[in-house]
Structures are given as C-alpha cells and as structure tokens.
C-alpha cells in the first residue's frame, strides 16, 4: 500500500523567483504550481510588496493561493482576512525617519 503524501507548504517570493524578467509568470511556472497545488500542496506567495499586487500575483496563478505574504511578512492575509500583522506605532515610525535622515538614506512607509 502506498503512502499518501503529507501536504507541504511551498512559499515563493515574488521579484527575482516567481516572476520572469520580465515580470511575468511564466505558462511553465503556472503549470507547474497548478501541478503541486492539484496534489494537495499548498502554495503561498510571499513579498516585501503590498497587498493588492501579492494578491494579483496569486490570483493569476488561478489555484487555491488563498494565504498570502505582504511587506516582508508584516502582513498575512487568507483572502481579505488579515492573519497576521505587525504595525509601527507613530513613536517608532519617527525615530526611524531620524535615523535614516541622518545617514542622508530615502525610507517609504506604507499604512
């Protein structure tokens, strides 16, 4: 009797792994997610982008993606349910613009 596989989870960034350079995904990448998906394999698509462009990314991937990774795993929605989130109080947001200011660096929040 064979042993059915237990389901894995495969987490992919975005930039530079699951798209092209030309930032697309490829048919051949598609297929092959839609394989390990169809298997019981759950995939997950993980960025340092916002939420709105890792969710269009997932959804073109047209499997059950529904668990998504946003700003560098601050923010971990299933579908429109946030999961998981870790904000920056206003405290810490300004010390950081201090910071950053005065090694003359560029920093971008987003809310």
């Known amino acids: 009797m064979l042993n059915p596989v237990t389901p894995k989870l495969i987490a992919l960034d975005i ?5 092209s350079s030309h930032l697309t995904v490829l048919p051949k990448t598609k297929a092959a997610l839609q394989a390990v998906a169809a298997k019981g ?9 916002p939420p709105r462009s890792v969710r269009n990314i ?13 700003f560098g795993g601050a923010y971990i929605l299933r579908g429109d ?7 920056l ?7 950081i613009i201090a910071r950053v200011r005065k090694v003359a660096l560029h920093v971008s929040f987003y809310s």
Not at 41 to 49: A, D, E, G, L, P
Not at 58 to 70: K, N, R
């Open 15 to 19: 930039d530079g792994t699951l798209l």
């Open 41 to 49: 394999h759950h995939v997950v698509v993980v960025s340092s982008r």
């Open 58 to 70: 997932a959804d073109s991937l047209e499997i059950d993606s529904s668990v998504t990774v946003s």
């Open 81 to 87: 349910r946030v999961l998981f989130e870790q904000t």
């Open 89 to 95: 109080t206003s405290e810490m947001a300004k010390e």
